[in-house]
């Protein structure tokens, strides 16, 4: 029987003293439970590594993401993430126990919520790219939702796809980097993949390890770096980028600590000169 600290606890919902019923039987745990389906309400919420808000971000839920909840103590819920697996901590009040089916997804970078169907009201909150709303009644140009009025326009239906994910990755450019951020609001490079594949009708894991696995097929590229073209996903240790034609990588920098756009023999050999390394791998979609 499997130790859970053995297994990649990123996503593995299993500790010593709780794991998941369907993982009952393959590995050690004091109980196991059930879980339950619990939905984000807010804009987005922080998924930590532990139950404190100055442990570090893990990645973001957007609104309208399905999370099963496995334990709640102190304010904190410690679950899964439907979309991806990923395991971790959430703030406990920013999750609703009613699950509503979305209908719409939101399309454009950002938009706003409105108390109502006026664009001169005072915004609520704002929903990044991605974020998922179940629109109840239109009225006008505004889609009415239990939470207030969206923009209908900003909104794509749910099942809808983007046809060229480098374009969604392109709406990012300037967008300040953000360790385990996935909003317009500040995202890393392998949010960044994720969310623009999302957008696309890609299903993505969160890292940058799991997208270097499990995404596309690997491509024959030499250190020369020949033979690229735009949407292929280039890797380092720790690191993903997305190519926007033969030579040009967009990416969430650390360096640049936003989403830029540049030669990727400038990013290859910095990166190298920082001691992370040549690339490890190039992927297709």
Same mark, same amino acid.
């Given at each position: ?6 297994? $990649? ?24 439970? +059930? ?20 442990a570090p971000l893990l990645t973001e839920a957007l609104h309208g993401e399905i999370v099963t909840i496995y334990d709640e103590e102190e304010g904190w819920a410690w ?48 929903? %990044? ?8 009644? %239109? ?24 046809? $060229? ?19 317009? *609001?500040?995202? $890393?490079?392998?949010? *960044? ?14 890292? %940058?390890?799991?997208? +270097? ?9 030499? $250190? ?40 990727? /023999? ?14 490890? %791998?190039? /992927?297709?979609?």
């Open positions: 029987m499997n130790d859970p600290e053995i297994l $990649d606890p990123r996503r593995t919902p299993a500790r010593r003293d709780l794991a998941a019923t369907s993982l009952e039987g393959e590995l050690a745990a004091a109980r196991f439970v +059930e879980g339950r389906k619990m939905q984000v309400r807010e804009p987005a919420l922080p998924l930590r590594r532990d139950p404190a808000g100055d679950g899964q993430l439907d979309a991806d697996g990923y395991v971790g901590f959430l703030p406990a009040e920013g999750l609703d126990a009613t699950v509503t089916a979305p209908t719409h997804r939101v399309a454009t970078l950002r938009t706003f919520i409105y108390p109502g169907p006026d664009i001169k009201l005072p915004i609520m909150a704002a929903l %990044s790219l991605g974020a998922e709303v179940c629109m109840t009644h %239109s009225l006008g140009s505004f889609a009415g939702t239990a939470g207030g009025f969206i923009w209908a326009a900003h909104l794509a239906p749910v099942g809808s796809v983007e046809p $060229d994910f480098v374009a969604v990755a392109e709406r990012f450019l300037g967008v300040p980097y953000l360790w385990g951020g996935k909003t317009s *609001l500040g995202l $890393d490079c392998s949010g *960044l993949v994720q969310v623009s594949l999302a957008a696309s009708g890609i299903a993505a894991p969160r890292d %940058s390890d799991m997208q +270097e696995r499990e995404v596309g097929n690997a491509l024959a590229v030499g $250190d020369g770096l020949a033979g690229l073209q735009r949407g292929h996903l280039v890797f380092w240790k720790g690191h993903v980028g997305i190519m926007r034609d033969a030579g040009t990588l967009l990416h969430a920098s650390g360096h640049h600590m936003m989403v830029v756009s540049e030669p990727l /023999r400038t990013a290859r050999d910095r990166i190298l000169a920082q001691g992370y390394g040549p690339p490890t %791998s190039a /992927r297709r979609l």
